[in-house]
């Protein structure tokens, strides 16, 4: 009996004498009960494979869908930080222009003008100063309004109303952006 075990063993035949191991080409998959086992593991397995991926690009996506709007706002929230820095930076050069301008810096300052520069590529360009014809620069240039993506700012001058949206053309005594958004915070850009 152990001398009949071991030659079982050694061919590879199983209990009822066939081979567990793969089926015969052209035998009918009802006498191998073992192989049709196998090939259904293996097409449970494939099945299961393809419901994980399933569920894992569904996790994905739904998690795509919850950054995206968040995404967007980080976008306008570092828009709105550099319409803030470029605001300042022009309201600051103005505020430069007309101290020099009080102090007797500039020869020729237009009348009524009340020493706020004529417009912003005075602000670029210079103003004269003196016999040596120094400039001075206030602006290394004119920003682009992140928020309408040109370089076209409002104007307003000393004297035009503090909400005006027309420049009268005397001077440049502040500047605000042309878009109409509304911001993070419920103000509009061109209130800022």
């Known amino acids: 009996m152990k ?13 009822a004498g066939f081979n567990n191991s793969r089926q015969l080409p052209g035998c009918d998959s009802a006498f191998f009960p073992a192989a049709v086992t196998k090939r259904s593991l293996r097409s449970t397995e494939r099945a299961f494979m393809l419901i ?6 569904a996790i994905l996506l739904l998690l795509c869908t919850a950054a995206l709007p968040f995404a967007r706002v980080q976008i306008i929230r570092a828009r709105e930080i550099e319409l803030r820095a470029d ?8 505020d430069q222009f007309k101290r020099y301008a009080d102090i007797g810096m500039f020869d020729d ?21 003196g016999p040596t014809d120094t400039k001075y620069k ?5 920003p682009v309004d992140p928020m309408t993506g040109r370089a076209d700012w409002g104007l307003r001058a000393v004297q035009d109303d503090p909400d005006s949206r027309s420049w009268g053309g005397q001077n440049v005594f502040d500047v605000y952006s042309t878009s109409d958004k509304i911001a993070l915070d419920g103000t509009r850009y061109s209130d800022w």
């Open 87 to 94: 605001l300042r930076m022009m309201r600051e050069a103005i």
């Open 109 to 129: 300052i237009r009348p009524g003008s009340r020493g706020y520069p004529p417009d912003l590529k005075t602000l670029v360009e210079g103003e004269r100063w």
């Open 3 to 15: 001398n009949r075990g071991k030659e079982l063993g050694e061919t590879g035949m199983g209990v």
């Open 138 to 142: 206030f602006l290394r240039r004119i």
């Open 52 to 57: 994980e991926l399933i569920a894992a690009i």
